[in-house]
């Protein structure tokens, strides 16, 4: 069987373990000792249509724009805000709040917990299925220096390789960690770095590359997709071929059942002729090649456009684009200015929205919650949403722009029930809940527990019409505190499955 | 060529301001509870959903003339034809196949070539075929086949040689002829949209089970829930400037349409509510065409659905010890799923068409057999024209990397199944629609 297929299976078999047991815990939840009254009989009749709904409650005004810009920083350069953040990034500005994120000092400390599985056992990311998924959720949870890990996240994407033909969670790892050594740092060093990286010589077959046998599959996509782009005259299907050539040399061997050890250059196996790659001649090697990449015309503007598209949904004017070009070539390749300039544009600020990777929504759940990784559910579930980290679904990376169907919509709901839940109030058992709650109280409470995050007032006035309207008119005087908790939940719930929580 | 594919594997609608929300007209409640006969009110009695979850959404989805529909099913990796359709009378074939070759002994004749038989594992659909309801590609694929997994499925399911395209071929049939309101109108039984299916414009949906399809919230029960649950839609529908948030609403309101018309198929503890007049294999490809037949038969307005096959049929290693089974799951499944549609009285309206995105090498390679060209495609059901279409080309002249030849083109069968099925010029839908052949699939 396919290693996908049997992850497919595994997969599904997780999953259907873990909704039995859900379902068991519904079915032998405690019950309150008077629900039956409500539960067996049916309505006699069928319930009436709902009233025309009342006009919302009045709810207290939205947090203002520094609040707002906060929390889109937090969200874009980072995965979402812990509590206190967005006070901090409000009090000290937006240009030293950038500051801070993309020149931290010293390396990243992880604040809080270790993560653990269900069981409580440390993690085993080289080795069992879907925790290297969950030791980089973590990472992105508790680091510190959230901007370096978004960074790798977006690199991940950029140089996209997956453990699907990889095979082995501990060159994913390593790969990773080559990334987030680079992630800030110079772009050449951080192409030089995965030019010869164990998982990605595997990836895309560098170490089938050899002269005489000329695999292009690096050569391809290190111009498509890594540093020039596709369609736009940079290289032609000659410069593929003779940057093959040149890429060509790298060597590794299998050994069976430890799969592939022993990497290397290995300078027989180089195409040692002559090559001509956009226009110019000589007995390029890869590091020439690389060089070649670099220095072409059509780099620049590559790195810039597509950097600007992991953090701004709208393409940066010609004086924009003009500037962070300079600023790119100018400071040798370097990663760190270009993200300060785009994370102190105005474009950042503007009104409209990105849709949060699937990870990024999961990590800014957990850092809103102070939850760390106490469950190993966050990996077949980032799989129900549409990204399981390392395994992504071609070398093109992930597209961002189709996040959202009808079932990763209901995978990101089924994050916000696991993330919750250890939280939720419970109607039945434990303190009781306030049995006079009015519906402006409940929203406001809802939005406190969820971190006071920015909401349109139409999603506002929509949240604040349900909860008005969602309880029965009367209500037994046992029906009050219960009912009114499960209002509480169903917002939260709402809240963060809403548009505004979803793309911000 | 990958963001393409990428596009066309994760593709949903770009959503514009606008454009219409989910509406509910047409039938009445009552007469939408009376057409799903009982299965429906024993939901309602059972487990005190209420008539919320049955409202407008599912009134509408069972309102109208039903359409027919094309199921298509997927073998992931690349098939061996040649091990459901084995070519025992070819004098080469023994010699290719020393160790996997099917003993002429076993099987069941094929009649249209008296070269081939049909496998014991493929027994299923060698019942179908004696009864009329099997039409056959022997080799099907395309020229300068592509041995990529990724390149060849790529190219059957945009319709198209072209790495670039961005849609589905039943994507853009949709967005030609589909509904603005109907996420269910094309629908994938897996845990991901079927990149066939991704349109530019009209709504879809990936469901992988429908009983699959519910939100628990921990602490909300009756009385919150079904507001609850209302209340995504209604945060859904709200308009917005924005693109980007107004993509994320609609896919909410789409959630809304089809958790309506999904939740009569789960009890409140998640299993199934719906039966079927027979009985499936047990496995997890048989239970969704199982609850694929309950669907139609609630009257769901479903459209164009894919499944894939939980075979793994990319046999480089160990074929016979792992392709016999995955082939007779595949075709025992299809064989009851026939046999449902018969006991429902579904079986004019629904044809299924069965293919991968490549056969493998005719000559094996000690334990396997590895990415070869032309494989074998079938269009199954009451209505199909049980012809076959192309011959089976010999082992004797293979292509230029000793593979298989094709003698039918996958373009030509699709041209053939919008015209013939769908009613629906392929010129439209598929490029180069005119260069095609249109072999006869559908009984006229």
Redesign the interface.
């Known amino acids: 069987?396919?290693p996908t297929?049997l992850k497919?299976?595994l997969r599904?078999k997780h999953h259907r373990q873990h909704?039995r047991r859900?379902?068991h815990a519904?079915?032998h939840r405690p019950r309150h000792q008077d629900e039956q009254v409500?539960?067996i009989e049916?309505?006699a009749q069928?319930?009436k249509p709902k009233p025309k709904p009342k006009p919302p409650p009045k709810l207290p005004p939205p947090p203002d724009t520094n609040h707002r810009n906060a929390e889109r920083l937090l969200w874009r350069a980072g995965f979402g805000p812990r509590p206190g953040d967005v006070d901090h990034v409000v009090s000290v500005g937006i240009d030293a709040a950038v500051h801070e994120l993309v020149y931290p000092t010293g390396t990243a400390n992880l604040i809080g917990p270790a993560p653990r599985d269900e069981d409580g056992n440390a993690l085993a990311p080289e080795d069992a299925w879907g925790h290297d998924h969950l030791w980089w959720l973590d990472r992105m949870v508790r680091s510190d220096q959230p901007l370096a890990e978004r960074m790798t996240l977006i690199f991940h994407d950029w140089f996209a390789t997956s453990n699907d033909k990889v095979g082995s969670q501990r060159m994913m790892l390593d790969q990773n960690a080559t990334i987030r050594a680079n992630a800030l740092g110079s772009f050449k060093d951080l192409l030089t770095a995965l030019t010869q990286d164990p998982a990605m010589l595997v990836w895309l077959d560098g170490i089938e590359n050899r002269a005489g046998d000329v695999n292009e599959n690096y050569g391809r996509?290190v111009m498509?997709?890594f540093t020039l782009g596709?369609d736009r005259g940079a290289y032609t299907e000659q410069d593929v071929r003779e940057l093959a050539r040149a890429l060509s040399g790298f060597d590794a061997d299998w050994v069976d059942g430890s799969g592939w050890q022993n990497f290397r250059y290995v300078p027989r196996r180089h195409d040692s002729g002559s090559k001509t790659v956009f226009g110019q001649t000589g007995n390029f090697d890869w590091q020439d090649a690389l060089r070649l990449l670099l220095e072409n015309l059509y780099h620049a503007s590559f790195f810039v456009t597509k950097l600007w598209g992991y953090f701004i949904?709208t393409p940066p004017d010609g004086a924009t684009q003009a500037a962070l070009q300079k600023l790119y070539v100018d400071s040798g390749y370097g990663i760190a200015p270009v993200v300060e300039a785009i994370l102190k544009h105005p474009d950042l600020y503007a009104?409209?929205?990105?849709?949060k990777p699937p990870v990024v929504f999961n990590a800014g759940l957990l850092r809103m919650l102070g939850r760390g990784i106490d469950t190993s559910a966050w990996s077949w579930l980032g799989?129900?949403a549409?990204q399981h980290l390392f395994l992504p679904?071609?070398?093109?990376?992930?597209?961002d722009?189709?996040w959202?169907?009808?079932?990763?919509?209901?995978g990101r709901?089924m994050m916000v029930?696991y993330a919750?839940?250890p939280k939720?109030?419970?109607?039945w058992n434990g303190p009781v809940y306030d049995p006079a709650e009015d519906a402006v109280t409940a929203v406001s409470r809802a939005l406190v527990f969820t971190g006071g995050p920015t909401l349109?007032t139409?999603?506002r006035n929509?949240?604040a019409?349900?909860a008005g309207?969602?309880?029965?008119g009367a209500m037994a005087s046992w029906q009050q505190s219960p009912?009114r908790?499960?209002?509480q939940?169903?917002l939260r719930?709402?809240i963060l499955?809403?548009?505004?929580w979803?793309?911000s | 060529m990958r963001n393409a594919a990428a596009e066309a594997g994760r593709g949903l609608p770009s959503v514009e301001p606008g454009m219409p929300t989910p509406a509910g007209t047409g039938l009445s409640r009552r007469s939408f509870l009376e057409r799903s006969a009982g299965m429906a009110l024993a939901v309602y009695g059972a487990n005190r959903l209420g008539l919320g979850a049955l409202r407008e959404g599912v009134a509408a989805a069972a309102s109208g003339a039903p359409q027919r529909v094309l199921v298509s099913i997927f073998l992931p990796g690349g098939c061996d034809g040649m091990s459901v359709l084995a070519p025992v009378g070819d004098t080469r074939y023994a010699q290719l196949r020393p160790t996997l070759a099917i003993p002429p002994s076993t099987g069941t004749p094929f009649a249209p070539d008296a070269r081939l038989r049909w496998s014991d594992p493929a027994g299923g659909l060698s019942t179908l075929h004696g009864e009329g309801k099997v039409t056959v590609f022997p080799a099907i694929g395309y020229d300068h086949p592509d041995q990529s997994h990724f390149t060849s499925r790529h190219f059957w399911e945009v319709g198209a040689t072209d790495a670039h395209a961005r849609y589905g071929w039943l994507g853009r049939y949709l967005d030609a002829a589909g509904a603005d309101d109907n996420p269910l109108q094309a629908l994938s039984l897996d845990s991901d949209l079927s990149p066939a299916l991704a349109p530019a414009r009209v709504p879809v949906a990936a469901v992988e089970r429908p009983e699959d399809f519910d939100f628990w919230v921990p602490g909300v029960d009756d009385p919150v829930k079904e507001p609850m649950l209302e209340a995504f839609g209604d945060l859904g529908r709200l308009a917005t400037s924005d693109p980007v948030k107004a993509g994320a609403r609609k896919v909410a309101t789409e959630v809304d349409t089809v958790r309506r018309q999904l939740a009569p198929f789960a009890t409140p503890d998640g299993n199934p509510s719906y039966n079927s007049p027979v009985t499936y294999p047990d496995s997890d490809f048989a239970r969704r065409l199982a609850a694929l037949g309950a669907m139609l038969a609630a009257g769901l307005p479903l459209h164009c659905v894919t499944i894939n096959s939980d075979g793994g049929f990319d046999t480089h290693s160990g074929q016979a010890d792992s392709l016999p089974g995955d082939v007779k799951g595949t075709c025992d499944a299809v064989l009851t799923f026939q046999r449902d549609l018969e006991a429902r009285g579904l079986a004019d309206r629904v044809l299924v068409v069965l293919w991968s995105e490549f056969g493998r090498r005719p000559e094996e390679n000690g334990s396997g057999t590895d990415h070869g060209a032309a494989g074998t495609a079938f269009v199954i059901g009451a209505k199909s024209s049980g012809q076959m279409i192309g011959e089976f080309p010999g082992l004797a002249t293979l292509d230029d990397d000793d593979n298989l030849r094709a003698t039918s083109d996958f373009r030509a069968m699709y041209c053939s199944l919008l015209e013939q099925w769908l009613g629906f010029d392929s010129a439209a839908v598929i490029p180069g629609a005119s260069s095609f052949d249109r072999p006869t699939l559908v009984k006229s």
Request: hydrophobic fraction near 35%.
């Open positions: 069987m396919p297929l497919k299976r599904r909704a859900l379902r519904r079915r409500f539960v049916p309505p069928p319930p996509e498509e997709l596709a949904p009104d409209r929205a990105l849709v799989d129900m549409g679904p071609n070398v093109s990376g992930w597209d722009s189709t959202l169907d009808t079932s990763t919509w209901r709901s029930t919750l839940e939720h109030v419970d109607p349109s139409e999603t929509t949240l019409s349900f309207s969602c309880l029965p009912y908790a499960m209002r939940n169903a719930h709402l499955t809403s548009s505004d979803q793309a």
